[in-house]
């Protein structure tokens, strides 16, 4: 039963495979694999047979996911991530989960691999994962389409996966899932560690607040007879930005990405403004504070602005906390293979882990990213982080399957 004590992860070869993978598509010092480009489809065919030369047997589905599933008894972990990119991206994201699952499938571990299609969202929003957990209908497919306006089902026609039928989660399979990623952040750099076991990946609401002044003209309409949307939008997000920090706790964040002014011409008055807004935190409490702070504020504006304010929900993710048993085998072998080198975090990047975590238990670990630099080609880990990091991964993987 012991076995997989005595086998060892090779690091020679987990760090070959990753350099291998990063020919495919190489761009710089990154790499360019769009989901189903040429590039992308050559990767998922190199990941099904390096997947056959450790033993497991791979199969790619209808939405690109490829799965290599082992054929051990006993408990089993799905351990993966993605092998896209975005555009002119780094070399580590995504493929260093996949193949740290190559790397626990030739140590002998009972793991089965999985590369999730497009969780880099050229096409959509997490469609392997999604797809995976069957929450992905033929319909959305029909409807999605990449920025250039290619229809998803051309690519994946392109890509060879026209009629290929798609592969759902099989139940009872998995202990839990695993993924091992890089942080995209600076935080570990910034402690000087080298590894972070992640307790959760965060909770993200995405709110419209449209705000309703008149238009009219800039020259002809004093101030005191201005409904101006554009300002009133100024002034609460000052409000928001200032109410906030009292309310979040220290990893909370919280962002104002679009704000459109109609008509957005120097000489109009803006008679509506859209604010994009989100925040994010690991905490529901926390959640919930900032949502109902939003709301005051909105109302807020009601009351003293000449304008008038509303918010509409446009999504909102749970937080998906991590398995404490992983946590806790994660800081375990953290403990052994760093002590004093690793940290606790919340993950604020969203993984195909908060998809697969609706229906197994989690566990995810982070390596540094230099200078928190991703999704951009120069995007890197310093190799002596990344054998710690498949090192620590492995044995907690090891100590989760002998739990
Ligand atoms: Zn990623």
């Known amino acids: 039963m012991h076995r997989e004590m005595k086998l060892k992860i090779d690091t020679t070869e987990f760090l070959r495979d990753l350099d291998e993978l990063r020919t495919i598509g190489a761009y710089k010092t990154g790499v360019h694999r769009p989901t189903y480009s040429p ?16 033993g497991l047997e791979p199969t790619m589905d209808g939405i690109g996911n490829v799965l290599g599933r082992g054929n051990g008894g006993g408990p089993r972990l799905l351990v993966g991530s993605h092998i896209e990119t975005q555009n002119h991206a780094g070399w580590l994201d995504g493929a260093l989960g996949v193949v740290a699952g190559l ?9 089965d691999v999985c590369a999730y299609a497009d969780e880099e969202g050229h096409f959509g929003s997490f469609l392997g994962s999604r797809s995976f957990v ?32 798609r592969v759902t989660i099989e139940p009872g399979r998995y202990a839990a899932a695993l993924e091992l990623h890089i942080e995209q952040g600076t935080q570990i750099e910034k402690a000087g560690n080298h590894i972070g076991v992640v307790t959760g990946i965060v909770a993200v609401q995405h709110w419209r607040i449209v705000i309703d002044g008149k238009q009219d003209h800039t020259g002809g309409t004093r101030m005191d007879e201005r409904r101006d949307a554009g300002l009133s939008a100024v002034r609460l997000l000052a409000a928001i930005d ?14 104002a990405g679009r704000l459109v002014l109609q008509p957005n011409t120097a000489l109009i008055i803006p008679g509506r403004a859209e604010i994009d807004f989100t925040f994010r935190d690991l905490s529901e409490a926390v959640m919930a504070r900032l949502a109902d702070c939003l709301s005051l504020l909105v109302q807020e504006n009601n009351r003293r602005e000449p304008t008038v304010a509303r918010l509409e929900r446009i999504s ?57 630099v991703s999704h951009h080609w120069t995007e890197d880990t310093d190799r002596s982080d990344l054998a710690v990091g498949i090192e620590v991964f492995g044995a907690g993987a090891r100590a989760i399957l002998q739990l």
């Open 103 to 111: 790397a626990l499938a030739r140590a002998g571990l009972n793991v």
């Open 39 to 54: 590039h992308d489809i050559e990767s998922r065919h190199w990941l099904m047979n390096r997947m056959s030369s450790v």
């Open 242 to 255: 200032d109410a906030f920090p009292r309310l979040c706790s220290e990893d909370t964040v919280w962002t």
């Open 316 to 372: 909102a993710l749970e937080p998906t906390p991590c398995d404490p048993a992983i946590i806790a085998a994660f800081i375990h072998a953290a403990s052994e293979a760093c002590p004093d080198g690793w940290q606790s975090m919340q993950s604020g990047a969203i993984h195909d882990s908060k998809i697969i975590g609706r229906l197994l238990p989690v566990g995810m670990l982070f390596v540094p990213s230099i200078g928190g």
């Open 134 to 165: 069957g929450d992905l209908s033929e319909a959305q497919i029909d409807e999605a389409k990449n920025s250039d306006g290619m229809p998803l089902r051309v690519a994946l026609e392109a890509a060879g996966l026209k009629g290929v039928e």
